[in-house]
Protein backbone atom coordinates (compact mmCIF):
# COMPACT_ATOMS: atom_id res chain seq x y z
CA UNK A 1 0.00 0.00 0.00
CA UNK A 2 0.80 3.61 -0.63
CA UNK A 3 0.40 6.28 1.70
CA UNK A 4 0.08 10.32 -0.06
CA UNK A 5 -0.15 13.12 2.04
CA UNK A 6 -0.49 16.91 0.66
CA UNK A 7 0.74 19.86 2.72
CA UNK A 8 1.65 23.72 1.90
CA UNK A 9 -1.86 24.91 0.59
CA UNK A 10 -3.42 28.11 1.97
CA UNK A 11 -4.96 31.39 1.14
CA UNK A 12 -3.27 33.31 -1.39
CA UNK A 13 -3.30 36.79 -3.07
CA UNK A 14 -4.39 37.18 -7.33
CA UNK A 15 -0.89 36.72 -8.71
CA UNK A 16 1.05 35.02 -6.24
CA UNK A 17 2.32 31.72 -5.59
CA UNK A 18 2.39 28.84 -3.21
CA UNK A 19 4.18 25.37 -3.67
CA UNK A 20 2.22 22.61 -2.59
CA UNK A 21 3.92 18.96 -1.42
CA UNK A 22 2.83 15.66 -1.53
CA UNK A 23 4.94 13.00 0.78
CA UNK A 24 4.69 9.69 -0.51
CA UNK A 25 5.57 6.44 1.63
CA UNK A 26 5.10 2.29 2.03
CA UNK A 27 5.27 0.68 -0.93
CA UNK A 28 6.51 3.16 -3.12
CA UNK A 29 8.34 0.50 -5.82
CA UNK A 30 4.89 -0.35 -7.12
CA UNK A 31 4.00 3.56 -8.11
CA UNK A 32 5.22 5.11 -11.21
CA UNK A 33 3.80 8.21 -12.39
CA UNK A 34 2.74 10.61 -10.26
CA UNK A 35 -0.12 13.33 -10.94
CA UNK A 36 -2.28 16.81 -9.27
CA UNK A 37 -5.60 17.01 -9.76
CA UNK A 38 -8.00 19.77 -8.09
CA UNK A 39 -12.10 20.04 -7.56
CA UNK A 40 -13.34 23.16 -7.24
CA UNK A 41 -16.83 23.40 -5.82
CA UNK A 42 -19.74 22.07 -7.51
CA UNK A 43 -16.84 21.01 -10.00
CA UNK A 44 -15.61 18.06 -11.23
CA UNK A 45 -12.09 16.98 -10.43
CA UNK A 46 -9.56 18.25 -13.21
CA UNK A 47 -6.39 17.21 -14.18
CA UNK A 48 -3.76 20.11 -13.55
CA UNK A 49 -0.50 17.93 -13.89
CA UNK A 50 1.46 14.72 -14.18
CA UNK A 51 5.35 13.53 -13.94
CA UNK A 52 6.63 10.44 -14.96
CA UNK A 53 8.70 8.19 -12.26
CA UNK A 54 12.00 9.61 -13.55
CA UNK A 55 10.95 12.94 -13.56
CA UNK A 56 11.56 13.55 -17.03
CA UNK A 57 8.19 13.33 -18.72
CA UNK A 58 5.69 15.81 -17.60
CA UNK A 59 2.33 17.17 -19.28
CA UNK A 60 -0.11 19.24 -18.02
CA UNK A 61 -3.57 20.81 -17.98
CA UNK A 62 -4.54 23.36 -20.31
CA UNK A 63 -5.45 26.23 -17.73
CA UNK A 64 -2.20 25.72 -16.02
CA UNK A 65 0.06 25.11 -18.72
CA UNK A 66 2.82 27.91 -18.16
CA UNK A 67 1.96 28.75 -14.80
CA UNK A 68 2.67 25.39 -13.11
CA UNK A 69 5.55 23.53 -12.77
CA UNK A 70 5.39 19.90 -11.38
CA UNK A 71 8.60 18.26 -9.99
CA UNK A 72 9.52 15.16 -7.72
CA UNK A 73 12.48 14.56 -5.73
CA UNK A 74 12.58 10.59 -5.35
CA UNK A 75 15.03 10.70 -2.92
CA UNK A 76 13.19 12.63 -0.47
CA UNK A 77 9.66 10.91 -1.47
CA UNK A 78 8.28 14.14 -2.40
CA UNK A 79 6.24 15.39 -5.19
CA UNK A 80 6.25 18.93 -6.02
CA UNK A 81 3.14 21.28 -7.55
CA UNK A 82 4.84 24.77 -7.73
CA UNK A 83 2.13 27.46 -8.66
CA UNK A 84 2.73 30.88 -10.11
CA UNK A 85 0.57 33.68 -11.44
CA UNK A 86 -2.30 32.27 -9.06
CA UNK A 87 -5.91 33.00 -10.34
CA UNK A 88 -9.05 32.91 -8.75
CA UNK A 89 -10.38 30.17 -10.76
CA UNK A 90 -7.43 28.30 -9.11
CA UNK A 91 -8.73 28.09 -6.06
CA UNK A 92 -9.96 24.49 -5.28
CA UNK A 93 -9.00 21.30 -3.09
CA UNK A 94 -5.68 19.84 -4.70
CA UNK A 95 -5.09 16.12 -4.79
CA UNK A 96 -2.29 14.49 -5.47
CA UNK A 97 -1.81 10.51 -6.79
CA UNK A 98 -0.44 7.81 -8.16
CA UNK A 99 -0.23 5.07 -11.00
CA UNK A 100 1.03 1.78 -11.53
CA UNK A 101 1.97 3.24 -15.33
CA UNK A 102 5.03 4.68 -16.48
CA UNK A 103 3.47 6.84 -18.23
CA UNK A 104 1.85 10.71 -16.53
CA UNK A 105 -1.54 10.58 -17.52
CA UNK A 106 -3.94 12.85 -17.41
CA UNK A 107 -6.92 10.30 -16.72
CA UNK A 108 -8.31 9.73 -13.75
CA UNK A 109 -8.89 6.29 -13.78
CA UNK A 110 -5.33 5.60 -14.09
CA UNK A 111 -4.29 6.41 -10.42
CA UNK A 112 -4.92 4.31 -7.38
CA UNK A 113 -3.80 5.95 -5.00
CA UNK A 114 -4.92 9.30 -3.66
CA UNK A 115 -4.26 11.76 -0.87
CA UNK A 116 -7.00 13.36 1.54
CA UNK A 117 -6.07 17.15 -0.75
CA UNK A 118 -4.84 20.49 0.44
CA UNK A 119 -7.23 23.22 -0.14
CA UNK A 120 -5.58 27.06 -2.14
CA UNK A 121 -8.13 29.72 -2.21
CA UNK A 122 -7.22 32.42 -4.93
CA UNK A 123 -8.45 35.72 -3.13
CA UNK A 124 -9.09 38.76 -5.41
Known amino acids: QVQLVESGGGLVQVGGSLRLSCAYS????????MGWFRQAPGKEREFVAA????????RYGDSVKGRFTISRDNGKNTMYLQMNSLKPEDTAVYYCAGSRYYSPSAREDEYVWWGQGTQVTVSS
Open 51 to 58: IARSGDIT
Open 26 to 33: GRTSSMYA
